[in-house]
C-alpha cells in the first residue's frame, strides 16, 4: 500500500497545531477513531504513519495509508459530525491529538492557519473524488 499525500499539511501549519496538541500514548496497533464515532479532536501523525478505511454494508470501499504530517479526523471535526473513516495507527507511529475545542478556538483566532488548513480538506475532497471514480 502506498501512503496518501492528500491528508499531509504543509510542516509550518503542523509546527503550530503541534505545540498545542497533546502526545497520544499507545502501544502496537491502536484505533484512534472509528467511523460514525463522535469527533474528539484532530490526530496528527508525527511519525510512521495510520490506515484510513471506510466501510460500506462491511465492503472497504477506501483504504489508504497516511503518513508524517498527515491530519486526519478535519472533516468531523470542523463540520460537527461523526468521523467518516476508520483511522490506525501503525506500530511505531507517533500521533498527537488537538481537541475539538483547541482546535475550533485556533481556527478562529488564527486565519491564515484556518486557511491552511482548508488546503487540506481540499486535497482529501480531490482525492475521495478520485477514488470515488476508480469504483
Known amino acids: 500500500m502506498q501512503i496518501s499525500s492528500a491528508f499531509v499539511a504543509d510542516p509550518d501549519l503542523i509546527e503550530e497545531l503541534e505545540k498545542r496538541a497533546q502526545p497520544f500514548a499507545f502501544g502496537g496497533d491502536r484505533i484512534l477513531f472509528h467511523q460514525g464515532d463522535a469527533p474528539k479532536g484532530v ?4 511519525k510512521g504513519s495510520a490506515i484510513l478505511t471506510n ?6 470501499l477506501l483504504h489508504v495509508e497516511a503518513g508524517p504530517g498527515s491530519l486526519l479526523g478535519v472533516p468531523a471535526v470542523v463540520g460537527s459530525k461523526p468521523y467518516s473513516l476508520t483511522a490506525k495507527a501503525v506500530d511505531g507511529a507517533e500521533v498527537s491529538v488537538l481537541t475539538c475545542d483547541d482546535f475550533v478556538h485556533l481556527m478562529n ?18 482525492f475521495a473524488r478520485e477514488a470515488f471514480a476508480q469504483l
Open 43 to 46: 490526530y496528527i501523525v508525527m
Open 55 to 60: 466501510l460500506s454494508d462491511g465492503d472497504a
Open 109 to 126: 483566532t488564527e486565519p491564515t492557519l484556518s486557511f491552511r488548513v482548508l488546503r487540506v480538506l481540499a486535497e482529501e475532497v480531490r
